[in-house]
């Protein structure tokens, strides 16, 4: 495939440009993706709907329109949109501190919320604002994915043993509250959500081909329905309006948007960023089509839209169903049309059998898929190699749990700014040395074999040059010239690492200049790029240090320095 020739059309509405070549035995393949996905999927979606404080059956909504929206313009072929776990916990925390939840008042402000996510998405995909996403850091998603998961398993505490807790974004308060319940015990549904889990894990044992949820589902429901269970104080889902509900716009006018806004941008980010990643590991795995960033914000955000107006919740892209799909070899998106389509026929034929649905058996559901989402293998790998990681990872991940969902995700993005300023603020300036019988020039610090130059020293910047790394680059020249102990005649400076200077450095740089030059010391330049050079030629650089003093490379630069000398060369093999 010439990714270059495609059209306006292919590029915007992605389906256009594999559709066209699609085959029976990609059919085959993505229809039993579809359905796979399809049945894990239902239960999935209910579970998480209550996790969001929506009756189960918005799940179900969800999972619907979303995904025919994105497999029109989704650019990922094997990614499993729909209602997610962190995604649902974050609605219920944002919006449930406005509204009671599963009241026609906190619906009503889910689905604007959903609609308000999908514009901002679409609007960063039309502006091309993908690269946003890259200021939060794998060890932040990391440390508040895990935490998420603890939020999440004790958010179902109430269910799974039938007591009315309450609802809170401290993890603290909830297990002092349900500590202080525990004589209340509701046993029988406790009973029925503990073998919920543990049917559940037992068939994931025996046979991980197996729909071990819906299984555990259909079963429950027929426990409920033959035995007469919800009789005996077993909460369940209850009676669900029949078939598809009538569209609608979600009514904005009303939405306290200051209040939500941080829900809003937290939803925006952190499922596209969700949905990104798996994209992106996706196509390492299926190397054959290229997912673009930009046109996935843009696909997450429309379903999200033109979802809010089918009852949809926001959706993102899911770990388990993404795997299943691709573990299912799904071909396209055609696998999600599927999925959406036995969704569709439950909503419009099986909505009857969910009343007899406990509550107790969605939280087995949930606090079953709880455990992957701590990410104890990224700690161990931080710990390992990047402790100062380890670090941010483990402060969002208390943050997160200590004052909330939002609150915590937050903190990690601040210090990932923080981070990212602090980098580049301080970037990588050594001093070089020649390696021995080589032409090659290499930091001292590492390889102090390097032969050096009597009076010149050769220092590398591995940065772009702006305001706020300027006044180090001084410093650390001014440290690099002391710690060589040389009386200078030159200082070459390695500018291969520098791609841009703004006009804050090219002052600064035009100053260094001068001071060498006042110190009867050289300022050479090499390997400096096409544009840099640009810039140093209109902002007078150049002339200040020489044209001459620009060499392509430091042998070069070396070279031109010893022919100038009467003496055969100044590689003198001292050792730094």
Known sequence: MKYSNKSLLDRYIPITDWLRDYQLSDFKKDLRAGLTVGILLIPQSMAYAMLAGLP????????????????????SRQLGVGPVAIVSILVA???????????????????ALTLLVGITQFLMGVFRLGFL??????????????????????????????????????????????????????????????????????????????????ITVIVSIFLVWAFQLDQMGINTVGSVEEGYPVPVLPNISEF????????????????????????????????????????????????????????????????????????NKAQTSISLLISATLVLLTVVFLTPLIYYLPQTVLAAIIITAVPSLVEVGEAQFLWRVRKREFALMMVTFFATLALG??????????????????????????????????????????????????????????????????????????????????????????????????SSALHALKELADEYKNRDIDVIFTGVKGPVRDLFKKSGLENIIGPEQFYLNINRAVESLENEKEEPSHLMGEQE
């Open 405 to 502: 969902i939002l609150e915590g995700i937050g903190i990690g993005v601040l210090i990932s700014l923080g981070i990212v300023i602090h980098r580049s603020s301080y970037p990588n300036i050594v001093m070089l040395g020649r390696l021995p019988d080589t032409d090659h020039y290499r930091d001292l610090e590492r390889h102090p074999e390097g032969l050096t130059q009597t009076h010149t020293i050769i220092v590398r910047i591995d940065a772009s040059l702006y305001f706020a790394n300027i006044p180090y680059m001084k410093e650390k020249l001014e440290e690099l010239e002391i710690e060589s102990g040389k009386n200078l005649d030159q200082v070459i400076i390695d500018a291969i690492g520098i791609n841009k200077v703004d």
């Open 56 to 75: 189960p059956v918005y799940g179900l909504y969800a999972s619907i329109v979303p995904l025919l929206i994105y497999a029109i313009f989704g650019t």
């Open 256 to 327: 306290p948007f200051w209040k939500l806004l941080p829900t809003v941008l937290a939803i925006a980010f952190l499922s596209y960023t969700q949905s990104i990643a798996l994209a992106k590991a996706m196509v390492r795995r299926n190397p054959d089509y290229k997912v673009d960033s930009n046109q996935e914000l843009f696909s997450i955000g429309l379903s999200n839209m033109i979802g809010s107006v089918f009852h949809a919740f926001p959706v993102a892209g899911s770990f388990s169903r993404t795997a299943v799909n691709n573990q």
């Open 133 to 214: 996403m890259n200021f939060i850091s794998k060890p932040v998603l990391s440390g508040f994915t895990s935490a998420a998961a603890f939020i999440i398993g004790f958010s179902q505490a109430g269910n799974l043993f039938g007591l009315d807790l309450v609802r809170s974004k401290y993890v603290i308060n909830v297990i002092a509250d349900l500590t202080s319940h525990l004589s209340y015990i509701h046993w029988p549904t406790f009973m029925m959500g503990a073998s919920a889990i543990a049917f559940i894990l037992l068939l994931k044992i025996w046979n991980t081909s197996l729909p071990a949820q819906l």
């Open 93 to 111: 925390t944002g919006v449930g501190s406005i509204a009671e939840t599963g009241s026609t008042r906190y619906i009503q402000l889910v689905l």
